[in-house]
């Protein structure tokens, strides 16, 4: 860790934090970009620390400080990356952080968890959080789908959640936060995707880390399940953001895809891809009940294609990449319409049932 530590202190150092007085979106915001050289730093690194914009301990009830931290992790393709997480400090601290994944679900950068806080749609989201401050846990919130709103990417959420945990600890004196912390994750849906493949990922990606837990809602263990589950039903309108966004960790698989995209019609690419400019609210309006196959060519086999068969399965199908080694708490409704109960039920039992 202290390696760490000195590599985040050189950075920061060398380009300050550019602080901002009122939170401006991240695709407008130049805090949102990595220094040059970020990519020869530990995966963990703080690369840039800031006190968050605006006026987060405000909104935010039992709050007594907020920072955003810039920090090097890994992409999908296990190649040098970034990503931002908010960090929030107790008035009262105890030596606990809770790591809490946001599901944003979507391909939006402007939708990132970071920016979104803000908005009166995370009203619930703060009072989460502040439930969490209220205990004295320092509460950390990554945007863990990184700067290309990757979606439903398993490896790099999962690499990005682990990242934030790195980052915090490394920022550990910055923010008060006591160096014997102990920590755990907490994520439902799109959270629980990125809070899963960070707890099947850290036995090899971050083996020096030990969770005290893991609590996972709404588990989504197979992305095309998911995707043939939700097509022309009310939650249709996550496919486009998590197809789009999944494939933005594969140049030429999302290149093969565009391609298939119809280019006349009322289901065509520009329809498809104006996916990437909403949140996940505007996305479940525009695309609520839509057959989803309609915008490809071959319909959704173009999807479920050779070449997305390959990005799927290092990417989107959990329990792949190792056994969680610290314990688990995973809870589901009996009837969830967007993923099977018994993809849940299965990834569980193989769990219990491999040795660690």
């Known amino acids: ?179 014997d912390a102990r920590y755990a994750m907490w994520g439902y849906s799109g959270g629980a995707l990125a809070s899963e493949w960070a707890a099947e990922l850290q036995v090899q990606y971050a083996p020096e880390l030990n969770f005290s837990g893991t609590a996972l809602g709404g588990l989504t263990p197979n992305i095309s399940h998911v995707l043939l589950a939700i097509n022309e039903s009310p939650s249709a309108g996550l496919s486009p953001s998590a197809i789009l966004g999944i494939a933005s960790q594969f140049p030429e698989e999302r290149a093969y895809l565009l391609s298939r995209l119809k280019t006349s019609g009322p289901y065509n690419a520009t329809g498809f891809l104006a996916a990437l400019n909403y949140t996940a609210t505007q996305a479940s309006v525009v695309y609520a009940y839509q057959d989803i196959g309609d915008y490809f060519v071959g319909g959704l086999d173009d999807f479920f294609s050779l070449i997305s068969a390959k990005v799927i399965s290092l990417d989107g199908i959990m329990g792949y990449h190792g056994v969680p080694q610290m314990p688990l708490y995973v809870y589901k409704a009996i009837g969830d319409e967007i993923s099977a109960i018994n993809d849940t039920d299965a990834l569980v039992k193989e769990y219990c049932n491999r040795e660690f």
């Open 1 to 179: 860790m202290a390696s760490l530590a000195s590599d985040a202190g050189t950075i920061s150092e060398r380009y300050g934090d550019l602080q901002l007085a009122e939170p401006i979106p991240p695709l407008q915001d130049p805090w949102y970009t990595a220094p040059d050289g970020f990519e020869h730093t530990k995966p963990g690194t703080v690369l840039r620390l800031r006190e968050a914009p605006g006026n987060l301990t405000s909104l935010v009830t039992n709050c007594s400080a907020a920072y955003n931290i810039l920090y090097r992790t890994t992409n999908s393709r296990y190649r040098p990356d970034w990503a931002v997480t908010t960090v929030l400090v107790p008035q009262d601290p105890a030596p606990a952080l809770l790591s809490y994944q946001v599901p944003y679900d979507s391909a939006f950068l402007d939708a990132s968890i970071s920016y979104v806080l803000y908005n009166e749609e995370s009203v619930p989201l703060r009072a989460d959080i502040s439930t969490g401050l209220s205990y004295g846990w320092f509460v950390n919130v990554p945007d863990y789908e990184g700067p290309l709103a990757s979606f439903t990417a398993g490896v790099q959420s999962g690499h990005a959640t682990i990242d934030s945990v790195r980052a915090v600890l490394n920022a550990c004196e910055k923010l008060g936060l006591a160096k």
